[in-house]
């Protein structure tokens, strides 16, 4: 385990004797002057685990992205912590729409019907970029319309190049996957903000259950630890993934392996408690979820070797993308109806199953 100490200035240090996932670092800057070595660095991270550390201190894009987010992490504890009151006019959650607020304890995280122990705050990019007609919202977020602005098309333009490498890397006819993700396309790409406050000490459990993202490529800022993926193997056991200071946590979703039938991993992760003297503080964290457009269907694409066949008598599911992300962000609502809690699954069970 590599042991750093540069951990988040006016919080308790992240434990140095606790397992933590071996994920690639990645530099944003390698990326975009397309090294050979880190794209194919890239790719390993694809299809062993689907998730990364990326280095964003080295670009004038990444330092850029750094900024917003300071912001906005101030914007989110500001948001979060209005009265309850104020926060439930913007739960959305019954107009069919996962934008909006969601209470803590408001979906079930396993099947014992545990409840989670987080709540956050959807925003959407068709809304902040006016693709669509803005939704009702608290006056905080009217007021960080032009940062959320900034740093959903900064993070849009990373998810562009990562998609631009792997399409490159599979032998994809150009443009295949980044015309799937358009920015100014209706989709169900957003910013997430989340807090959880600490646990019961005697009851200390998982506050988001163990899943697979929904969409294609996510971009997390912690700055708590919390989260804890499972990596691929039959004698896997769960392991922290340390927040890195000048790092964002990337990893993808469930498109991505549909797309690929499996080469790439959509990996499943969970959210703990913090470790240590982390888990007596309130762990805030902020998203950009990538997703494909609306009416794209989520199936195995054509034109690339790379990509496994499917096998005889596989019939892949026809879903759009709007559908599948409804079906998976509200099918655990317990304020919706009753909950199946395998059909609102994604691919966990194929992520299991393949290279392990």
Same mark, same amino acid.
């Given at each position: 385990?590599?042991?750093?100490?540069?951990?988040?200035?006016?919080?308790?240090?992240?434990?140095?004797?606790?397992?933590?996932?071996?994920?690639?670092?990645?530099?944003?800057?390698?990326?975009?002057?397309?090294?050979a070595?880190?794209?194919?660095?890239?790719?390993?991270?694809?299809?062993?685990?689907?998730?990364?550390?990326?280095?964003?201190?080295?670009?004038?894009?990444?330092?850029?992205?750094?900024?917003?987010?300071?912001?906005?992490?101030?914007?989110?504890?500001?948001?979060?912590?209005?009265?309850?009151?104020?926060?439930?006019?913007?739960?959305?959650?019954?107009?069919?729409s996962?934008?909006?607020?969601?209470?803590?304890?408001?979906?079930?995280?396993?099947?014992?019907?545990?409840?989670?122990?987080?709540?956050f705050?959807?925003?959407?990019?068709?809304?902040?970029?006016?693709?669509t007609?803005?939704?009702?919202?608290?006056?905080?977020?009217?007021?960080?319309?032009?940062?959320?602005?900034?740093?959903?098309?900064?993070?849009?333009?990373?998810?562009?190049?990562?998609?631009?490498?792997?399409?490159?890397?599979?032998?994809?006819?150009?443009?295949?996957?980044?015309?799937?993700?358009?920015l100014?396309?209706?989709?169900?790409?957003?910013?997430?903000?989340?807090?959880? +406050?600490? %646990?019961? @000490? *005697?009851?200390? =459990?998982?506050? $988001?259950?163990?899943?697979?993202?929904?969409?294609?490529?996510? #971009? /997390?800022?912690?700055?708590?630890?919390?989260?804890?993926?499972?990596?691929?193997?039959?004698?896997?056991?769960?392991?922290?993934?340390?927040?890195?200071?000048?790092?964002?946590?990337?990893?993808?979703?469930?498109?991505?392996?549909?797309?690929?039938?499996?080469?790439?991993r959509?990996?499943?992760?969970?959210?703990?408690?913090? +470790?240590? %003297?982390? @888990? *007596?503080?309130? =762990?805030?964290? $902020?998203v950009?979820?990538?997703?494909?457009?609306?009416?794209? #269907? /989520?199936?195995?694409?054509?034109?690339?070797?790379?990509?496994?066949?499917?096998?005889?008598?596989?019939?892949?599911?026809?879903?759009?993308?709007?559908?599948?992300?409804?079906?998976?962000?509200?099918?655990?609502?317990?304020?919706?109806?009753?909950?199946?809690?395998?059909?609102?699954?994604?691919?966990?069970?194929?992520?299991?199953?393949?290279?392990?």
């Amino acid at each position: 385990m590599v042991v750093d100490t540069n951990d988040f200035p006016g919080l308790p240090p992240f434990p140095s004797d606790i397992p933590t996932a071996p994920l690639l670092r990645l530099s944003l800057q390698k990326l975009l002057a397309r090294d050979a070595n880190e794209v194919q660095r890239l790719m390993q991270a694809c299809e062993d685990i689907g998730f990364f550390y990326l280095n964003l201190e080295g670009s004038e894009e990444g330092r850029g992205i750094l900024d917003d987010a300071d912001k906005l992490f101030q914007t989110g504890e500001n948001l979060l912590n209005l009265s309850l009151e104020e926060k439930l006019q913007y739960d959305f959650s019954s107009q069919n729409s996962y934008y909006g607020y969601k209470a803590q304890g408001a979906a079930v995280v396993d099947r014992q019907g545990n409840l989670d122990r987080n709540e956050f705050y959807n925003v959407s990019k068709n809304d902040i970029l006016g693709v669509t007609p803005p939704l009702p919202a608290p006056e905080i977020l009217h007021q960080a319309r032009s940062i959320l602005e900034s740093f959903i098309r900064a993070s849009h333009s990373v998810v562009t190049l990562i998609l631009t490498l792997l399409t490159d890397s599979l032998g994809l006819p150009p443009s295949t996957l980044t015309d799937l993700h358009r920015l100014n396309a209706v989709s169900g790409d957003q910013v997430r903000f989340i807090k959880a +406050p600490p %646990q019961p @000490a *005697d009851d200390r =459990r998982t506050a $988001l259950g163990e899943h697979t993202d929904f969409g294609s490529i996510t #971009i /997390l800022f912690n700055r708590l630890g919390g989260l804890q993926v499972l990596p691929p193997g039959a004698d896997a056991q769960w392991v922290y993934v340390r927040p890195l200071p000048g790092y964002a946590i990337v990893n993808l979703g469930d498109a991505m392996v549909k797309f690929t039938n499996g080469l790439f991993r959509s990996n499943i992760h969970r959210v703990a408690a913090p +470790p240590g %003297q982390q @888990a *007596d503080c309130t =762990r805030y964290s $902020l998203v950009y979820f990538s997703r494909p457009e609306d009416d794209v #269907i /989520l199936k195995r694409l054509e034109g690339s070797d790379r990509i496994p066949e499917l096998e005889p008598g596989d019939v892949e599911e026809e879903v759009k993308s709007k559908d599948w992300i409804i079906r998976r962000a509200l099918g655990r609502r317990t304020n919706l109806a009753e909950i199946d809690f395998e059909k609102s699954a994604g691919t966990e069970q194929l992520s299991r199953r393949i290279k392990v």
